[in-house]
């Protein structure tokens, strides 16, 4: 059973982190096992094809009792071990399981505080026993927390890893190893640098460090590179797709975190929201794609929630609703891919981010002009959300420019069922 959880998470998340580590650890070491076990209990409380609440809610009880023995044996396990690099190398495996259980659940606190217990290892620890790829892991369910649950976080061991790498684009990418590496670092650069630039979301774009916007132009370019010598490298075309293969297994499917990249970077520090209108190729790509990666799924599960804990669709299509503000049609289609299934994606519900995004296309229809443009002043940004799972309910806020008032914009907030 071990093992066919932890499989059946590894074709889902970093296979290295699931299948290398969480489960060789799990057969020696019962906090880790104990972990895999609640988390593939909770995922299937959530496939369930099932008309019957109470076969949901036997599952979710099984999981909260494994979470609990996860709990108590790292507990027993910190109190019985020795202060080693060994034992901080297990500590960090658990305590990302316990993260991601809890991110999962909507535990925010219990979240927060293992969170911080892996940074924490991996900032003390990381030459000894913890390359990349660890901090990769930790990276991925950072940023996502940072922007879905509200996190309060200090970033500093990114620099610490990312600070010194060296980055070249060349005219041409000669394999996809290549292509693949370097989209890597730029994509890990450009996350950080939009993590560190959120300290600016209420400065005034006229009080910006200079040296901010150019750092950040700066990466755009960088990004913007690496796409176009994509597109034009020449063994893309000799990789032929294979119909019946999943999306994400195609070459270019490499192009969509650098374009999300891109459109985060491209809105960040207060920049006009007119800047998006210029990204209408990206936010064609990103319907596109993500429309086959949902085709496909319902194709071979008919009728099924879907669960993942890498991103696929939810982030993406979020992305359009938000941003795409000159092509009501591109919209609407994202919109209604978020809302053609029960999809969720490591903390993102896609019930929860289409219920934003009705929310917000709703606020800026009256602004639409004839062409079916969103006038500047009539665009929304800066959104942020909280969700009470138990209530059901959102509680969302976001902006609004408005030269009347001295800070130069109102906040709009509300509580949204779903």
Not at 347 to 369: C, F, H, N, T, Y
């Amino acid at each position: 059973m071990i093992a066919d959880a932890t499989r059946r998470t590894a074709r889902s998340i970093e296979s290295f982190f699931w299948a290398e580590v969480v489960l060789q650890e799990s057969f020696s070491t019962p906090c880790i096992r104990h972990g895999i076990v609640a988390i593939s209990a909770l995922v299937r409380s959530f496939q369930m094809d099932t008309a019957s609440s109470q076969q949901i809610q036997d599952h979710e009880q099984f999981a909260l009792k494994q979470y609990g023995k996860a709990l108590q044996s790292t507990r027993d396990f910190i109190a019985d071990t020795e202060s080693t690099a060994k034992r901080s190398r297990t500590l960090f495996i658990a305590s990302m399981i316990l993260a991601h259980f809890d991110c999962f659940y909507g535990n925010r606190d219990l979240a927060i505080s293992h969170m911080q217990c892996a940074r924490s290892l991996l900032t003390k620890e990381t030459s000894k026993l913890l390359d990349y790829r660890f901090v990769s892991i930790l990276m991925s369910l950072d940023s996502v927390n940072y922007s879905t649950m509200g996190f309060e976080s200090e970033f500093s061991y990114r620099q610490a890893i990312f600070g010194k790498e060296q980055i070249h684009i060349p005219e041409f990418f000669l394999s996809i190893e290549e292509a693949v590496e370097t989209r890597s670092i730029l994509v890990a650069r450009a996350n950080n640098l939009y993590i560190e630039m959120f300290k600016y979301r209420f400065t005034p774009r006229r009080k910006v460090p200079r040296s901010a916007i150019k750092l950040r132009d700066y990466y755009v370019a960088q990004l913007r590179q690496w796409d176009t010598v994509f597109c034009r490298s020449t063994w893309i075309s000799d990789c032929k797709p294979d119909i019946s293969g999943h999306p994400v297994l195609r070459p270019d499917s490499l192009r969509l975190r650098v374009l999300i990249s891109i459109i985060k970077l491209a809105t960040s520090l207060n920049e006009p929201q007119s800047v998006t209108d210029k990204l209408l190729e990206p936010f064609q790509y990103i319907v596109s794609y993500t429309r086959d990666i949902i085709g496909y799924e319902k194709h071979f599960l008919p009728g099924k929630s879907s669960f993942n804990f890498d991103i696929r669709t939810t982030i993406p299509l979020f992305v359009v609703t938000l941003y795409c503000r000159n092509s009501p049609a591109l919209r609407g289609e994202a919109l209604k891919l978020l809302l053609s299934s029960n999809r969720r994606e490591g903390a993102w519900d896609s019930r929860v981010i289409a219920r934003i995004a009705i929310w917000k296309m709703a606020l800026e229809q009256p602004g639409m002009d004839k062409f079916g443009t969103i006038r500047e002043n009539a665009r929304y940004y800066g959104e942020s959300f909280k969700v009470d799972r138990w209530n059901r309910e959102i509680r969302v806020t976001c902006r609004q420019n408005d030269g009347s008032l001295p800070e130069g914009y109102r906040i709009v907030t509300d509580i949204l069922q779903y």
